[in-house]
């Protein structure tokens, strides 16, 4: 693998709802190149969108949607029996949205991550990505699509091509692998990592050379071209500068992905 030398680093924010506060918004954000922003369905309400897009757009970080299953109870993590055109009805719905306050400040979407159970859906299930891609396609082909990093690449990338997208695979730092390039579900301990210093040692291994150590000992290739570290996790603001540093200090330039993909 030739060394990358550029790569975007990410996290969800924008999450908190009326007078309940998530996150490190504030912290975090200027440390990230891309805001993947709630759109109300799981988390998020207008004017937490209308804040965060503000904030995100003041600090240089490329503006991202970030929709969910309609479940602000569950923050959106649960799986929904729903169909395919229903989740692209949910999708549309939840990017329209955030257009919105995109356009009212000037600025446009990058890209849309979906979020939580819905994302778990689309990588135990392609067709749940195919569906994503043809509502990206359908309302704006500038806009990436961000994809979980694994075994699936060659389907991912055909996809993206079907439709006549960008694809951008998604590199989770703060959180443990399984050894076939899945994420170790949230329920299981040991999930998500804090370890500051190791989260960066891992991420620019996974950078430079293209391999990540997965539980079991066992060492998965993954290529990436967006990092996640989560802004909920109580480390997070040590562990995306710690991040963001060790990436600089390796010759690494941290820039939003639609400026390379």
């Given at each position: 693998?030739?060394?990358?030398?550029?790569?975007?680093?990410?996290?969800?924010?924008?999450?908190?709802?009326?007078?309940?506060?998530?996150?490190?918004?504030?912290?975090?954000?200027?440390?990230?190149?891309s805001a993947n922003i709630g759109c109300g369905f799981h988390a998020g309400d207008p004017a937490v969108m209308r804040r965060t897009v503000a904030f995100a757009?003041?600090?240089?970080?490329?503006?991202?949607?970030?929709?969910?299953?309609?479940?602000?109870?569950?923050?959106?993590?649960?799986?929904?029996?729903?169909?395919?055109?229903?989740?692209?009805?949910?999708?549309?719905?939840?990017?329209?949205?955030?257009?919105?306050?995109?356009?009212?400040?000037?600025?446009?979407?990058?890209?849309?991550?979906?979020?939580?159970?819905?994302?778990?859906?689309?990588?135990?299930?392609?067709?749940?990505?195919?569906?994503?891609?043809?509502?990206?396609?359908?309302?704006?082909?500038?806009?990436?699509?961000?994809?979980?990093?694994?075994?699936?690449?060659?389907?991912?990338?055909?996809?993206?091509?079907?439709?006549?997208?960008?694809?951008?695979?998604?590199?989770?730092?703060?959180?443990?692998?399984?050894?076939?390039?899945?994420?170790?579900?949230?329920?299981?301990?040991?999930?998500?990592?804090?370890?500051?210093?190791?989260?960066?040692?891992?991420?620019?291994?996974?950078?430079?050379?293209?391999?990540?150590?997965?539980?079991?000992?066992?060492?998965?290739?993954?290529?990436a071209d967006t990092i996640c570290v989560h802004g909920d996790n109580p480390e997070a603001v040590s562990l995306v500068r710690n991040v963001r540093k060790a990436?600089?200090?390796?010759?690494?330039?941290?820039?939003?992905?639609?400026?390379?993909?």
């Amino acid at each position: 693998m030739e060394k990358r030398r550029r790569i975007d680093l990410n996290s969800d924010v924008g999450e908190s709802f009326g007078i309940y506060k998530l996150g490190l918004d504030e912290d975090v954000i200027p440390l990230i190149s891309s805001a993947n922003i709630g759109c109300g369905f799981h988390a998020g309400d207008p004017a937490v969108m209308r804040r965060t897009v503000a904030f995100a757009t003041q600090h240089g970080a490329a503006v991202g949607a970030h929709p969910g299953f309609p479940d602000l109870m569950g923050f959106g993590r649960r799986y929904m029996d729903a169909t395919l055109e229903e989740i692209q009805d949910y999708v549309a719905y939840q990017i329209g949205a955030l257009q919105a306050f995109a356009a009212l400040q000037g600025t446009r979407l990058q890209h849309v991550k979906p979020h939580g159970g819905l994302y778990n859906m689309a990588v135990r299930n392609v067709e749940v990505w195919d569906a994503i891609a043809g509502v990206l396609a359908g309302i704006d082909r500038d806009l990436i699509l961000v994809v979980l990093a694994g075994p699936n690449r060659e389907t991912l990338k055909a996809i993206g091509r079907r439709h006549s997208i960008r694809i951008a695979f998604e590199f989770f730092a703060d959180r443990s692998y399984n050894p076939d390039g899945s994420l170790v579900s949230r329920r299981e301990p040991g999930a998500v990592l804090h370890d500051t210093r190791f989260v960066a040692e891992r991420v620019v291994r996974m950078v430079t050379e293209g391999v990540v150590t997965a539980r079991e000992r066992s060492e998965i290739r993954l290529e990436a071209d967006t990092i996640c570290v989560h802004g909920d996790n109580p480390e997070a603001v040590s562990l995306v500068r710690n991040v963001r540093k060790a990436l600089l200090e390796s010759g690494i330039e941290v820039v939003p992905m639609g400026t390379f993909l």
